[in-house]
């Protein structure tokens, strides 16, 4: 894109800082994400700004990449530099918008905005697959539906689009306005209504009329015959409605079997064979058919393109593979926009710096093959991707000299010709159009686990992380407690969504757990809780700064120090005020200020201690106890070595019950994984982790039988049991059996028979309509593992850290 400043800055009052000299500048995307490699001279950066985040932090790093233009709004901010330009406007997030209209008042074509509670996504992929023989199509990449997400998506129309499928989602009132221009759509599809997403609303009434702003200017609209959404209509729009109940309206489908019986304007019948049968599945068969027959589709072409249609895999995912490796598994779709997206997943999640790609064919209505995979090359290389193999005749054909690596035909070539031994410590993603069957690979590279996963919401832990940092002072620096492998979820992808969010420290225990996180490539300092002696050579050699507790460890610290001529080393004082556990108690404190005095090899970083009761109302003179001593030791050191360290005693229930003490820093543990020492706490935070698996058979039992050792349960009546294929050695509590143990099967309770075995247990499911297959919940959003713990008196921290090694995580955002 050409950008004339004078007519930009006018479009956007943006009033411009530093290179005053250009009069027009060529950009070829715009980022607001500071992660993306693409980042560089042809980036427009928004310096967006939201209530945990703020953009304008990353200018730095965005400079050093070569980034020259900034939309900003805190001038305090801006860094000065020659070649460097900002335009400085009121909010970044009305600029972005703004500056998205501008660029879609640009194009002159069908436009169809889509929007609804349920079913965005799968209706804009299939309308994708649907129109791309006739179309070259513009779409809203994953489900980029935002406040930015929208935007973003708009910035992509270019000259060689037709049509634009754009999805548009609100979470409160007021902000479809600001999307409504952005989209501008000619045709508009509103999906299922649901209760869903109501929160941000006063009502439903409220939450439907907001979603038809889009439509204020829209001719056409298509949507389910429902009494809701003709209330709230534009005055000016033509309704076209379906329905799978009213034969009045001008689609009416009826189901039978795996066949959809459809009547159009009453008078044209035809039969449509149906990929899927669970009803969102039909309802958004019905939006898509009456949209092709809309756009004047023949009878013929809509049959024999809806019974292609395919399941939409809405989330990215991390997985664990064979050989150290991890595998981003996206073999589902491959057009070129949702190249990007993966790329930069891959760089946002990997845990391995070497970086590989599966790719196949990629798609892209509207460019020629010849300049499309220089794209993707272009991509390719920006991405820094170490290994390339291609799969697929086209890219074989056009990416030869370029792309580079290895090329196979097709998919079962690659799998003869390669071993999946050859992957070793690399991140893998695995992107292919569902056609060339990628879900092959992806199976040979996982880890051969059963089928028992750790899912591991990051959105939900970086929803935590905000939570507690609210109730902190902007200054306060926050500590997050990572150890016993990210209290069991996984330490490496988590750490690197908190250096993303610029946490101050990262806490382990041993000094191997920190080495790991280096060698993923984790900058962010890490204070080793646990030094052992034995590991003082190694903390120096990977940047790991020790807690000292002790003057053994110190003397002996020191001495490892010295003979490296290391100059003030970090380490970080512990002071005992009540846990005795570790840490210098109050008649050590002159010795150690003492030692410390003479010495210019290390420099004491932070002073703390530890609470033990927290969490505990009734300990409170207690804990207020430790706070004292705590401020009293502190202080003498302070004074006595003429220091000014980061003082920080707060865990995760001190920061709820105490923040009055947060001083310059707290530890964050636990509640970053979702749990709570309190109901009040918990109810604000978002469940991170679900242990799931899948049923392995379903067998019926006589009354009197008995389900496994020892007998330990004896059917009352004829019972219906589903055996589980995860055990104590998974690391579910064997007494948790015997307490009340439930799992939930399709959301329903199923009881625990019996004692829990090593790698299986079974469940009661005479009441619940389950197959061999069906998904079984062990603990996550609907059981918590505070209902666990309580049950087998123990507490959460012992059941999330329990999890066994062998069960495979997986991470996502949603
Ligand atoms: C584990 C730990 C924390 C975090 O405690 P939570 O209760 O999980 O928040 C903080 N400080 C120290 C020293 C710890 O060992």
């Known amino acids: 894109m050409n950008i004339v400043t004078a007519d930009f800055c006018a479009y956007l009052h943006a009033e411009v800082v530093g290179d005053k000299e250009v009069e027009h500048f060529e950009i070829h995307r715009v980022s607001v994400d500071s992660r993306t490699l693409l980042n560089d001279s042809t980036t427009l950066f928004f310096a967006l700004v939201g209530p945990n985040h703020d953009g304008h932090a990353y200018i730095e790093e965005l400079i050093r990449l070569g980034v020259t233009y900034f939309v900003v709004s805190d001038q305090s901010k801006i860094i000065q530099q020659p070649g460097v330009t900002y335009f400085v406007v009121q909010d970044t997030l009305h600029a972005l918008q703004q500056a998205a209209t501008w660029h879609r008042k640009k194009f002159d074509i069908p436009v169809v905005g889509i929007t609804g509670s349920r079913g965005k996504t799968v209706v804009k992929e299939w309308l994708n697959f649907l129109l791309s023989n ?184 991390v997985k664990k593979g064979i050989n150290n490796c991890s595998i981003i598994d996206d073999a589902y779709s491959s057009d070129f926009q949702s190249l990007s997206i993966a790329l930069d997943f891959l760089e946002k999640h990997r845990s391995n710096a070497n970086k590989t790609v599966i790719l196949s064919d990629v798609f892209h209505s509207g460019l020629e093959p010849k300049e499309l995979y220089q794209q993707v090359n272009h991509l390719l290389t920006s991405y820094q991707i170490g290994k390339v193999i291609c799969i697929g005749e086209e890219i074989g054909q056009y990416g030869k000299d370029s792309i580079a690596m290895r090329f196979f035909a097709s ?38 686990t059963h089928e028992t996963v750790l899912e591991i919401n990051l959105t939900a832990i970086r ?22 492998f990210g209290y069991g979820h996984g330490s490496v992808e988590i750490a690197k969504l908190l250096e993303h969010e610029k946490v101050s420290y990262l806490g382990v225990a041993f000094a191997d757990e920190g080495i790991a996180l280096r060698k993923a490539g984790i900058k962010t300092n890490i204070i080793v809780m646990n030094p052992e002696i034995s590991a003082f050579s190694a903390m120096l050699a990977y940047d790991l700064e020790p807690e000292i507790y002790s003057i053994r460890e110190l003397q002996a610290f020191l001495q490892i120090v010295r003979e490296k001529n290391a100059y003030q080393y970090p380490i970080h004082i512990k002071v005992e005020t009540g846990m005795h ?39 409170q003179d207690f804990t207020l106890g430790q706070m004292e001593l705590f401020e009293k030791s502190s202080t003498y050191i302070k004074e006595q070595l003429q220091i000014q360290p980061i003082l920080h005693i707060l865990n995760t229930s001190g920061i709820f019950n105490y923040a009055s003490y947060q001083m310059d820093m707290v530890r964050l543990g636990i509640g970053l994984y979702g749990i709570g020492n309190d109901a009040g706490e918990m109810k604000q935070l978002r469940n991170v982790g679900t242990l799931k698996t899948r049923i392995m058979q379903v067998k019926e039992i006589d009354t ?19 055996t589980v294929p995860i055990g104590y050695a998974d690391g579910i509590h064997r007494v948790w059996g015997s307490n009340g143990g439930y799992v939930l099967i399709q959301n329903q309770k199923a009881p625990i028979t019996g004692s829990i075995c090593m790698d299986m247990l079974m469940v009661d499911v005479t009441a619940i309509n389950c ?44």
């Open 581 to 619: 556990r570790h840490g210098f108690v109050v008649q050590e404190l002159n010795e150690l200020i003492a030692i410390l005095k003479h010495s210019n090899s290390v420099e004491v970083k932070s002073i703390f201690s530890h609470l033990s009761s927290s969490d505990m109302d009734i300990y």
């Open 411 to 448: 998919t079962d070539e690659f799998l003869q010709k390669v071993s999946m031994d050859e992957f070793v410590d690399e991140t893998i993603l695995v992107k292919g159009a569902r056609g060339f069957r990628f879900d092959k690979i992806v199976s040979l590279l996982e880890e051969k």
């Open 704 to 722: 009197a039988e008995s389900v496994g050792y020892g007998r330990r349960f004896r059917a009352e009546h004829p019972t219906k049991i589903a």
């Open 134 to 317: 006739e179309y070259s199509i513009i779409k809203s990449p994953k489900s980029y539906n935002s406040q930015t997400g929208v935007p973003l998506s708009v910035f992509g129309m270019a000259e060689q689009h037709t049509i634009g499928l754009f999805e548009v989602g609100i979470s409160t009132i007021d902000e479809m306005k600001h999307l409504q221009p952005i989209v501008q759509p000619t045709l508009g599809i509103i999906t299922s209504l649901t209760s869903e997403h109501q929160d941000g609303f006063e009502n439903e009434e409220q939450k439907i009329r907001e979603k038809m702003e889009l439509f204020v200017h829209t001719p056409i609209i298509l949507g389910e015959k429902d009494s809701r959404i003709i209330a709230a209509l534009p005055p000016t729009t033509t309704f076209i409605t379906w329905s799978l109940t009213d034969s009045n309206s001008d689609l009416y489908g009826q189901v039978k079997g795996d066949k959809l019986i459809v009547l159009y304007n009453k008078v044209e019948t035809f039969t449509v064979e149906l990929p899927f049968t669970d009803e969102f599945a039909v309802r958004n068969c019905m939006t898509c058919i009456l949209t092709m027959l809309v756009m004047k589709y023949p009878v013929e072409a809509i049959q024999a393109r809806i019974k292609k249609l395919y399941a939409v895999e809405l989330r990215l995912q």
């Open 463 to 484: 929803h935590n992380l905000n939570f507690y940092r609210s109730k902190l002072k902007p200054e306060t620096k926050t500590m997050v407690m990572v150890k016993a």
């Open 771 to 814: 197959r061999e297959g069906d998904e079984v919940i062990i603990f996550g959003e609907d059981l918590p593992t505070t209902i666990i713990a309580e049950a087998i008196h123990t507490i959460p921290y012992e059941i999330i850290t329990s999890v066994s090694q062998r069960v495979k995580r997986i991470f996502f955002e949603e």
